[in-house]
């Protein structure tokens, strides 16, 4: 069956790095696009990076020069590096995969940072 799990998640101290990491199963790994996603308690899921089949990435502005998202189709896995960590960055993150009308969510990982 489907699997995404993702791992890496932790709490590091403001301006730490994380790299996450989302091992993908049970579909064509390398045809689908890829995103992270991350939640914040009381706020609503909101897309923060994600990467095409053909490796085009986009990224939201509030993480634009600090992350970096790529994919490794040999291994199926995906990746956030994540630098220079702000509070504001504390959230559960998701990774998604999408393919016209299919599309899988992993069971998320929680990114703290705090001092």
């Known amino acids: 069956q489907v699997q995404l799990v993702e791992s890496g998640g932790g709490l590091v101290q403001p301006g730490g790095s994380l790299r996450l990491s989302c091992a993908a199963s049970g579909f064509t790994f390398s045809i689908y696009a890829m995103g992270w996603y991350r939640q914040a308690p009381g706020k609503q899921r909101e897309l923060v990076a994600d990467i095409t089949s053909f490796g085009s990435t986009n990224y939201a502005d509030s993480v634009k020069g600090r992350f970096t998202i790529s994919r490794d189709n040999a291994r199926n896995t995906v990746y956030l590096q994540m630098n220079s960590l702000k509070p504001e960055d504390t959230a559960v993150y998701y990774c998604?995969?999408?393919?016209?009308?299919?599309?899988?969510w992993g069971q998320g990982t929680q990114v703290t940072v705090s001092s």
């Open positions: 998604n995969a999408k393919y016209r009308a299919f599309g899988y």
